[in-house]
């Protein structure tokens, strides 16, 4: 039987154990998105995902070898990314280091809890010094078997 979030033990971790942030090369605009894009331009906004719309232009970032995180800087939102992306200004492109869409949902949700509210103003000066509260094992890692069985269990009780 799975143990209950509050029987695990937890430990903080910074967004750089899990992340490394990638820098954007082209911030693209509303303007330079169109009604039959193809490539999701992501966005600081909350609605549709972060998909602020889709643009005729090449993907800035391929997600075949990465996972990737989309941070809203006005927002506080953060977006799962599930296909190769453009970005507009005002987000944070997070790359992980391996982890799997499960863990990655787990700990986007963990993260975001943290980052207090501060109105429209930019979060990311807050988001990158908030420990990150997780499940840890019996070493004090990352228990990652529990937060992809944890989010799997959720998914079923949604689905």
């Known amino acids: 039987m799975m143990e209950r ?3 695990k033990e937890w430990k903080e971790f910074g967004y750089e154990k899990f992340f490394a942030l990638q820098k954007q090369k082209n911030k693209l605009s509303a303007t ?3 009604y039959d894009g193809k490539t999701p331009v992501y ?26 995180l989309i941070f809203g ?6 977006n799962l990314v599930q296909c190769s992306f453009s970005a507009a200004d005002n987000v944070k492109i997070l790359k992980s280091n391996g982890l799997n869409m499960d863990d990655l949902a787990f700990i986007a949700v963990a993260w975001e809890k943290r980052i207090p509210d501060m109105g429209y103003a930019r ?37």
């Open 73 to 78: 800087d006005h927002t506080r939102c953060m």
């Open 123 to 159: 979060h990311w000066r807050k988001a990158k010094t908030v420990g990150i509260s997780l499940p840890v094992d019996y070493k004090g890692n990352p228990d990652y078997n529990y937060m992809t069985l944890y989010s799997a269990k959720v998914r079923g009780v949604c689905s």
């Open 32 to 34: 330079d998105c169109s």
């Open 43 to 68: 966005a600081s906004q909350s609605q549709n995902n972060g998909v602020m719309g889709f643009t005729n232009g090449e993907p800035e970032i391929d997600i075949k070898r990465y996972r990737y």
């Open 5 to 7: 979030l509050s029987e």
